[in-house]
């Protein structure tokens, strides 16, 4: 359940504050370039695989097929019936910027479920398809991908990142707690690493006691605050704010040009 693709244990630098905790094969610059060929570039975009999966991407302007990119999937909140593709849209829109001013590519997906929420077992198959048609497209930094996920996407986000402690760089969450990932039985405890995590929630949004009590579970498990783990408290309620993309690639990127 919830498991993506073969590991890629990565070997370039993509966290600022801890890279001796975070690679399971030392630290070097070595790149693992997808090596994809054929996307459209740049600039925003959606693209249908398999007859009825859709995805949302952005690419930036630095883009070149010659150079391999790192490459953020983005998982949506709670949609509402039939709005399920425009939240996608407005996630990868959300984050657009970001990529843009930090050269990565944005993917958003879009949830299958009847009310416009995540059925976690099959949106997680999906979501492999989409990893494999974008590497085929574009040439992706293997070593550096990364998913973040708001609210209902924050909470199978924290899942499916931590099942697959050894294939992405690093994930951030905003307004979601680890409820779910317990629940399905993926808690910090069960990782493979100490994967670096970015935690962003409301201190009015009713799941902040929650989210703030995931540090001691991270921190049980050996994760250790501001070195592997960000916990970013802001003044407000179940929302993103417009600074959040930056404060989240900052964490879990090594720097704004690092590709």
């Not at 007859?51 to 391999?68: C, E, F, K, L, R």
């Not at 059925?119 to 973040?148: C, F």
């Not at 099942?163 to 993926?186: E, K, M, P, T």
Request: net charge negative; charged share 10%.
């Amino acid at each position: 359940m919830l498991g993506l693709l073969t590991p890629v244990l990565a070997s370039v630098p993509s966290l600022n504050q801890c890279p001796e905790v975070i690679f399971t094969n030392g630290i070097d610059s070595r790149s693992v370039p997808s090596n994809g060929t054929g996307g459209v570039y740049p600039g925003a975009g959606s693209r249908t695989i398999n007859s009825n999966n859709t995805y949302y991407y952005y690419v930036p302007s630095g883009y070149q097929v010659n150079q391999a990119m790192p490459l953020l999937v983005v998982w949506h909140g709670a949609a509402g019936a039939g709005n399920a593709g425009f939240a996608a849209a407005d996630m990868r829109d959300f984050w657009q910027a970001a990529a843009e001013q930090n050269n990565f590519i944005v993917v958003a997906q879009a949830a299958t479920g009847a009310s416009g929420g995540w059925i976690p077992n099959t949106d997680a198959a999906r979501l492999v398809d989409i990893i494999n048609d974008v590497d085929a497209r574009y040439n992706i930094e293997t070593s550096r991908k990364y998913i973040w996920g708001f609210s209902a996407g924050g909470f199978v986000a924290h899942a499916i990142a931590l099942n697959n402690a050894d294939y992405f760089a690093a994930y951030a969450v905003s307004g979601a707690h680890l409820g779910y990932a317990i629940s399905a039985g993926y808690p910090p405890s069960a990782a493979s690493r100490q994967l670096p995590v970015f935690i962003s929630v409301g201190q009015s949004d009713s799941h902040f006691p929650a989210a703030q009590n995931d540090l001691n579970l991270f921190a049980a498990s050996a994760w250790q605050l501001n070195q592997n783990l960000w916990f970013d408290a802001f003044v407000g309620g179940h929302e993103l704010l417009l600074d959040l993309p930056e404060k989240a690639w900052y964490k879990i990127c090594n720097s704004v040009n690092s590709n």
